[in-house]
């Protein structure tokens, strides 16, 4: 018995910086948790790490997501309890609660050969559910779901760069959409997440203005300008993309 209690002790001695790390002294507990938040994952050796638009470097620790399989440069909506600022280099040491894969794609090149296959029908984008952030264009909406076939989204650019870069100061995009004809009426979020990386952003670019064909408002232009983006993800809602299907 006085082998186990001192066991108990070296025990409770070795967790107790650990659970002082998570007191209120750092501003954090074990009950808070952000709202979803858009993070791109990081792979390093055989672990990874968030890089969160919004809170910076993220290391996961305590978590319960065994079963997760990382990709290094893939995009993320997670949920997750703070637990320590400034963590052995990384911004935050965090508890990852939720964390969803997200379709990432890159920009893509519109031609005559490829205008059928991007295709230009309607989807439904509510209001605040795309933005910028983290070098990424972020996008949730409605997905009427097919029954068969994956349907397609992307965004696309002129092969004309006198068309991309206007004169205006804004790089110039068009978001497409292809259902092929296979709807079921059935609705479920979507997400999916740009990389901008591959254009020409320099200090003098404005934005960018984006043409999508909305099943609400028809044919709009959205304008994002970097100097006064908001952040887009302070209202975004856990969201169920189980049914999703995108490609």
Known sequence: MRKLHWLFMVVCL????????????????????????????RVTGNAFYLDCDVWGTLWPVNTDLGWYEPVDGKRVITIFNPLSDGFDGYDHAVKLLRLYDVLTKEVETLTPETEEDFGNDPVAIFKGDIGISG????????????????????????????????????????????????????????????????????????????????????????????????????NMQELDLSKMQLK
Not at 16 to 29: F, R
Not at 166 to 176: F, S
Request: glycine fraction near 6%; charged fraction near 25%; aromatic fraction near 10%.
């Open 14 to 41: 070795a967790v107790m910086p650990a659970l002082q790390s998570c007191d209120d002294n750092d501003g954090y507990s074990i009950g808070d948790f952000t709202p979803p938040l858009w993070a791109t994952v």
């Open 135 to 234: 070098g990424y264009l972020n996008i949730v909406f409605q997905q009427n779901l097919p029954s068969e076939k994956k349907h397609r989204i992307s965004l696309v650019r002129s092969q004309d760069d006198a068309e991309v870069y206007g004169e205006d100061g804004y790089i110039h995009l068009e978001l497409r959409y292809n259902n092929y004809d296979d709807l079921t009426g059935l609705r479920s979020p979507g997400a999916v997440s740009y990389n901008l990386n591959s254009l020409n952003i320099t200090s003098e670019t404005q934005g960018i203005k984006l043409k999508i064909n909305s099943e609400v408002n028809d044919e709009v232009e959205l304008v994002f300008d970097f100097k006064n983006s908001e952040d887009n993800t302070k």
